[in-house]
């Protein structure tokens, strides 16, 4: 069945065929979505194009989302190519690898500045201009994790750029809902990519997850893509200002 048929996303955060939101943009595309995939910069963009050339020839454009011009042209060529937006995904999060070890208070203020910039303010900046692109019924979602409200050893400035991520989705969900444009967010059990193996003693916090969520595995990205479409799709529709977890239970397990 396809749920997605003749919507028009576009999927922020791919790096490499490992990405949270590469699954992601196979799941939507599988549904029948149209897609736009961004990148960063040169060096993940061989990668998105590969993955673009599977998915129905998808167009691909740069965007630097710590630039509001990169942001504006972003969505100038979605408004270009569809002139509407349906879905918006944005799977993109950063802290240095010195602040994801040892202590929080050690977090340096340009390191804190970054990780809130990349990880959170730059949903906020996207969803401004696209809001003239979304369509009724539109929806947004982003990626966060339970370190958001845990303190979870060595996520240290990530959770609380996640957090401000979380706040900043009940905002834009206030803001937006009016319009019919629903915003929400996945909270995501640990999973093996590029940007969490940055995270000091990762394959720990797998073991642990692991042996004491209630469905005694990990979850995968695939996992977190049929949330995705879940969100996406209209059998969410009166869905927002939420935050989904994805993670085999283990967000609501006390002591083990």
């Given at each position: ?50 993955l673009a050339r599977e998915l129905g020839n998808a167009p691909c454009t740069a965007c630097d989302v710590t630039s509001d011009e990169s942001i504006e042209a972003l969505g100038t060529t979605i ?109 995501a059990g640990p999973i093996k990519t590029a940007s969490a193996r940055a995270v000091a003693d990762f394959t720990k916090i797998l073991g642990q997850v692991a042996a004491t969520a209630p469905l ?41």
């Amino acid at each position: 069945m396809s749920l997605l048929s003749g919507k028009r996303a576009c999927v922020l955060g791919v790096a490499n065929r490992w990405s949270i939101a590469t699954a992601i943009a196979r799941g939507l595309h599988a549904h029948g979505a149209s897609l736009i995939l961004t990148y960063e910069g040169e060096r993940t963009r061989d990668e998105v194009e590969k993955l673009a050339r599977e998915l129905g020839n998808a167009p691909c454009t740069a965007c630097d989302v710590t630039s509001d011009e990169s942001i504006e042209a972003l969505g100038t060529t979605i408004d270009a190519t569809w002139g509407g937006l349906d879905i918006l995904v944005h799977s993109l999060a950063f802290a240095r690898k010195e602040e994801l070890a040892g202590q929080y208070l050690a977090t340096s203020r340009a390191g804190f500045a970054l990780a809130m910039d990349i990880s959170a303010y730059s949903l906020v900046a996207l969803c401004r201009r696209c809001s003239p692109l979304f369509t009724p019924g539109a929806s947004v979602m982003a990626m966060t994790y339970v370190g958001s409200s845990r303190a979870v050893r060595n996520y240290n400035v990530m959770g609380v750029a996640k957090a401000a991520l979380e706040a900043s989705v009940r905002y834009l969900a206030a803001d937006l809902g009016p319009r019919g444009v629903r915003v929400n967010a996945i909270s995501a059990g640990p999973i093996k990519t590029a940007s969490a193996r940055a995270v000091a003693d990762f394959t720990k916090i797998l073991g642990q997850v692991a042996a004491t969520a209630p469905l005694q595995r990990n979850v995968t990205a695939e996992d977190v893509a049929g949330a995705a479409i879940f969100l996406a799709s209209d059998l969410s529709s009166a869905v927002t200002g939420h935050v989904l977890f994805v993670d085999a239970g283990h967000n609501m397990v006390g002591i083990a």
